[in-house]
């Protein structure tokens, strides 16, 4: 009833931009917390940034000075843009998404299927 679906993934050379698209979808009453996380082979799940329905950003610090966190509240969407992109950025990227049901009075976090970001060097 509640979906992320990510778009933007793909193949970029080193020193390149990208920029990833969530929209959040379905019987939703609100959403708070969205952001962004990415794994790559072999590594945890690492938080890449973050921003509250107020616009309060977190970012980890591999994000820091290079990319950006935005969000429209009234389309459920968060995107990151991408900049200076590094080999080392290469990983499934996962949206997440803090979402309050119309049929209820709680809040969960939902996860979208991931999208492959590769950078070549």
């Known amino acids: 009833q509640v979906q992320l679906v990510e778009s933007g993934g793909g193949l970029v050379q080193a020193g390149g931009s990208l920029s990833l698209s969530c929209a959040a979808s379905?019987?939703?009453?609100?959403?708070?917390?969205m952001g962004w996380y990415r794994q790559a082979p072999g590594e945890q799940r690492e938080l890449v940034a973050s921003?509250?329905?107020?616009?309060?950003?977190n970012y980890g610090d591999s994000a820091k000075g290079r990319f950006t966190i935005s969000r429209d509240n009234a389309k459920n969407t968060v995107v990151l843009q991408m900049n200076s992109l590094k080999p080392e950025d290469t990983a499934v990227y996962y949206c997440?998404?803090?979402?309050?049901?119309?049929?209820?009075?709680?809040?969960?976090?939902?996860w979208g299927q991931g999208t492959q970001v590769t950078v070549s060097s």
């Open positions: 997440k998404g803090r979402v309050r049901r119309q049929d209820s009075v709680f809040m969960l976090d939902y």
């Open positions: 921003i509250s329905s107020s616009g309060i950003t």
């Open positions: 379905g019987r939703i009453f609100s959403v708070d917390t």
